[in-house]
């Protein structure tokens, strides 16, 4: 597989890490008892880290990318086996 290809992939599954992990360790002013601006969404986040967030997409980025590079190179799984359809067979 070409580096540029991996980087690709890694890319994508970088914005789907940070998407996915975006709701976690995020709480809203009421949970940390902080006082609310008028006009404030009850469900704003009072502590929102985006380094944090970035730090963790990226890691989480990088495992999976490997995983898929390593399962691309060594063909652990293969689209045979992830044939449903021969399970009711």
């Given amino acids: 597989?070409?580096?540029?290809?991996?980087?690709?992939?890694?890319?994508?599954v970088?914005?789907?890490s940070a998407f996915f992990l975006l709701?976690?360790?995020v709480r809203t002013h009421d949970e940390l008892?902080?006082?609310k601006i008028p006009g404030q969404a009850d469900s704003a986040p009072a502590n929102f880290r985006p380094g944090r967030l970035v730090l963790r997409a990226t890691i989480l980025a990088a495992v999976?990318?490997?995983?898929?590079?390593?399962?691309?190179?060594y063909r652990w799984i293969e689209v045979e086996d992830l044939d449903?359809?021969?399970?009711?067979?």
């Fill in 1 to 12: 597989m070409q580096w540029t290809s991996i980087l690709a992939i890694y890319f994508i």
């Fill in 14 to 16: 970088w914005v789907m």
């Fill in 23 to 25: 709701p976690f360790g």
């Fill in 33 to 35: 008892g902080l006082e």
């Fill in 64 to 73: 999976l990318t490997g995983l898929f590079a390593l399962n691309y190179e």
């Fill in 84 to 89: 449903v359809t021969r399970l009711f067979a």
